[in-house]
């Protein structure tokens, strides 16, 4: 456990409304990531984040944003939610062990866009 | 770009035998770090072993074992004596050296189912 909670867990929405998630850590990581998992691909990392207001795209960012205004939150937001954004969300920090960084991930997000 | 590949999507073992899951990747490279996640009907990820590139020995943990083979770019997961919580979906992953951010690139998954 590397003190990563997320908000909401479950959630359902409507195509057309945004949505934000929320990833939370109290270890003060500098790396912090989103991912989503479908069946078939994996996990599949959107935005990453090195530091405060330091964020970067990962293969599947289209639609999706992210912010960090403070080290310990990271946002995911879906402007205007579809339904192939219907998955499961990751988000997981990066933990400097033994001279390796090793990620931690989060409980998960599952998001439904109906 | 770097790329993961399980072909396996679903594998069965018997409880107490042994199974071996495959895994391939392709980079151009040559400091990464491969590793094998679980991740159980909690849905929460769990590492199971890690292995370094620049390491030829084979990682060990327990009952879990890697054959990294560098130059195949073949990177197999050995379970032995498996138990019934040895039942999950099992994740190949690869991670670039210190300038990629430790980004984790994951491939599709096998599931493995473990029968009494």
């Known amino acids: 456990d590397a003190g990563i909670t997320q908000s909401p867990r479950h959630k359902v929405t409507e195509t057309g409304t945004p949505v934000t998630l929320r990833c939370h850590q109290t270890?003060?990581?500098?790396?912090m990531y989103w991912y989503r998992q479908d069946p078939g691909h994996g996990l599949r990392l959107i935005h990453y984040?090195?530091?405060?207001?330091?964020?970067d795209k990962g293969e599947v960012s289209d639609g999706y944003s992210v912010s960090r205004s403070k080290t310990e939150d990271f946002l995911l937001t879906l402007e205007s939610a579809t339904s192939s954004q219907t998955s499961v969300y990751f988000c997981?920090?990066?933990?400097?062990?033994?001279?390796?960084?090793?990620?931690?991930f989060g409980p998960g997000t599952r998001l439904t866009v109906l | 770009a770097q790329t993961v590949t399980q072909s396996q999507p679903e594998m069965s073992v018997q409880e107490a035998e042994t199974v071996t899951l495959s895994c391939t990747y392709d980079?151009?490279?040559?400091?990464?770090?491969l590793f094998w996640y679980k991740q159980p009907p909690s849905r929460q990820m769990i590492l199971v072993i890690r292995?370094?590139?620049?390491?030829?020995q084979n990682a060990t943990e327990n009952r879990f074992s890697v054959n990294f083979q560098k130059a195949a770019k073949s990177f197999s997961l050995k379970i032995s004596d498996s138990q019934l919580g040895d039942a999950a979906m099992y994740f190949c992953?690869?991670?670039?050296?210190?300038?990629?951010?430790?980004?984790?690139?994951f491939g599709e998954g096998t599931q493995l189912t473990v029968n009494p």
């Open positions: 292995q370094e590139a620049y390491k030829q």
């Open positions: 980079t151009s490279e040559s400091d990464y770090y």
């Open positions: 984040s090195y530091g405060v207001k330091d964020t």
């Open positions: 992953a690869y991670a670039g050296g210190e300038t990629s951010g430790s980004r984790l690139t």
């Open positions: 997981a920090i990066s933990r400097a062990l033994a001279g390796y960084n090793e990620q931690f």
């Open positions: 270890e003060n990581h500098r790396y």
